[in-house]
């Protein structure tokens, strides 16, 4: 009987963890608990969130345009739905953390104005302790960063906009 009342926590347990993961922004969790030599539970709590992500501008975009519309002006109106439609767009080949600099401190490797060649590191994304250098996939001039440093990305998530 007294596995069967250590077992009851585990309702809550499972509740904490989903709690952890929609307050902290994650898209998953998973944990092994060990209560005896054949006795364990093995949990997974997941969450899709590039749905989420895509219906949140969706709905943000379309509820304040009219009262934005008096206020801004049209291509800023378009600025929310824009970047990833756009053709210079540079989309994130993976989930990970944003970082503009090689090093905290060091210069960025590029800013709003700046000229890169194809190939040129634009930025790198951490991944699972990974620093994956972001090459250009064309030459241009980078017209818009849309990350800020430090910022978790997921997959296929603007990043910067070259013309």
Do not use: C, W
Request: charged share 20%; aromatic share 4%.
């Amino acid at each position: 009987m007294t596995k069967k009342t250590s077992h009851e926590s585990d309702v809550s347990f499972i509740q904490s963890l989903a709690e952890l993961l929609r307050e902290n922004d994650l898209t998953e969790l998973q944990v092994k608990r060990d209560y005896g030599e054949n006795d364990s539970l093995n949990v997974r709590v997941s969450r899709q969130a590039p749905a989420v992500v895509q219906a949140a501008p969706v709905a943000v975009a379309t509820a304040p345009a009219p009262v934005a519309a008096a206020a801004a002006t049209a291509p800023a109106a378009e600025a929310p739905s824009d970047p990833s439609a756009h053709p210079g767009a540079v989309t994130s080949p993976m989930v990970g953390t944003v970082y503009m600099a090689a090093e905290p401190g060091a210069a960025a490797f590029v800013s709003v104005g700046t000229t890169v060649a194809e190939g040129d590191t634009i930025l790198i994304i951490e991944a699972m302790k990974t620093m994956n250098h972001i090459p250009s996939p064309k030459a241009g001039t980078i017209k818009r960063i849309l990350v800020e440093d430090g910022a978790p990305v997921e997959f296929g998530a603007p990043l910067v906009i070259i013309e």
